[in-house]
């Protein structure tokens, strides 16, 4: 079962992946980097996770195989997960509704003092840190247009 399910996943990926390359491939240089940047790398993992069920011994090796938490009570672990997801899902919605620039930093400094329990001025500088990194990246350097959020047009 594990093997039939990462081949089908990999196999998934991998054509995901192919068709970001070769549609990012008629963009200019600019528009297609990112996404090759992250295809490519996407690609060559999904081709090893292929190899690797192909080519892997029938003998069952422990430390490849990924356990969820079976030290951990069913619930603490469905907790933690719920949790996890909620954080993503919070970002997600920190990104439409207040766009890269603003949801990104927000978002860093909301799970450093909520989830992270850091302190006032570690989250701050971390914070301004990342945001200098996420902003000097691709707002000056690479030039790309991020969408300003619905509450940003919605104030005008």
Same mark, same amino acid.
């Given at each position: 079962?594990?093997?039939?399910?990462?081949?089908?996943?990999?196999?998934?990926?991998?054509?995901?992946?192919?068709?970001?390359?070769?549609?990012?491939?008629?963009?200019?240089?600019?528009?297609?980097?990112?996404?090759?940047?992250?295809?490519?790398?996407?690609?060559?993992?999904?081709?090893?996770?292929?190899?690797?069920?192909? @080519? $892997?011994?029938? +003998?069952?090796?422990?430390? %490849?195989? =990924?356990?969820?938490?079976?030290? #951990?009570?069913?619930? *603490?672990? &469905?907790?933690?997960?719920?949790?996890?997801?909620?954080?993503? @899902? $919070?970002?997600? +919605?920190?990104?439409?509704? %207040?766009? =890269?620039?603003?949801?990104?930093? #927000?978002?860093?400094? *909301?799970? &450093?003092?909520?989830?992270?329990?850091?302190?006032?001025?570690?989250?701050?500088?971390?914070?301004?840190?990342?945001? %200098?990194? =996420?902003?000097?990246?691709?707002?000056?350097?690479?030039? *790309?247009?991020?969408?300003?959020?619905?509450?940003?047009?919605?104030?005008?």
């Amino acid at each position: 079962m594990h093997s039939k399910a990462s081949l089908a996943l990999a196999f998934s990926i991998l054509f995901v992946s192919g068709w970001g390359i070769v549609r990012a491939l008629s963009w200019p240089l600019k528009a297609a980097l990112f996404p090759l940047v992250i295809s490519i790398p996407l690609a060559c993992l999904a081709a090893a996770e292929i190899l690797w069920v192909f @080519l $892997g011994t029938a +003998a069952k090796n422990d430390a %490849a195989d =990924f356990k969820l938490s079976d030290h #951990l009570p069913r619930e *603490l672990a &469905l907790r933690r997960t719920a949790l996890a997801i909620g954080w993503i @899902l $919070g970002f997600f +919605a920190l990104i439409v509704l %207040a766009g =890269f620039l603003i949801g990104v930093p #927000l978002f860093v400094f *909301l799970y &450093l003092r909520i989830q992270g329990k850091e302190g006032w001025i570690f989250s701050a500088i971390f914070t301004l840190g990342v945001w %200098a990194f =996420f902003y000097g990246l691709f707002d000056q350097l690479l030039h *790309l247009p991020f969408p300003a959020g619905w509450i940003r047009n919605w104030l005008g």
